[in-house]
Structure formats: structure tokens, C-alpha cells
């Protein structure tokens, strides 16, 4: 009997472990995802930062 709680409660312990990592997991990439589109956005915001000086001078 006390085999079966044993088992039990390492099965609860692993299932545990499996949905903490998933979530770890989720949250990770939404932080990379927002960090790349934040980024991106500035790197294109930089890229017209130059076009536009560069357009002023040409004209």
C-alpha cells in the first residue's frame, strides 16, 4: 500500500515538473517574441532616422 502513495505522489511530482516547464516554456518565448519585435521596430525606426537625413541632404 505505502508503494502504491509512493508511485502516486512521484506520478503527481513528474506531472507537476511537466506543466511548470510548459509554462516556463510559454513565457519564454512570449519574452524573446516581444523582445524581437521590439527590435525590429527600432531597428526600422533607426533605418528611417537615416533616410530621412539622408533624403535632406540629397534635396
Known amino acids: 500500500m505505502d508503494i502504491i502513495i509512493f508511485l502516486k505522489a ?8 511537466i506543466l511548470l516547464l510548459a509554462v516556463a516554456f ?6 524573446l517574441t516581444y523582445m524581437f519585435r ?3 521596430l527600432s531597428v526600422a525606426g533607426i533605418k528611417n532616422l537615416v533616410r530621412r537625413k539622408y ?4 534635396y
Open 55 to 58: 533624403t535632406s541632404r540629397r
Open 10 to 17: 512521484i506520478g503527481n511530482l513528474l506531472f507537476a515538473a
Open 38 to 40: 521590439g527590435s525590429r
Open 26 to 31: 510559454s513565457s519564454a518565448f512570449s519574452i
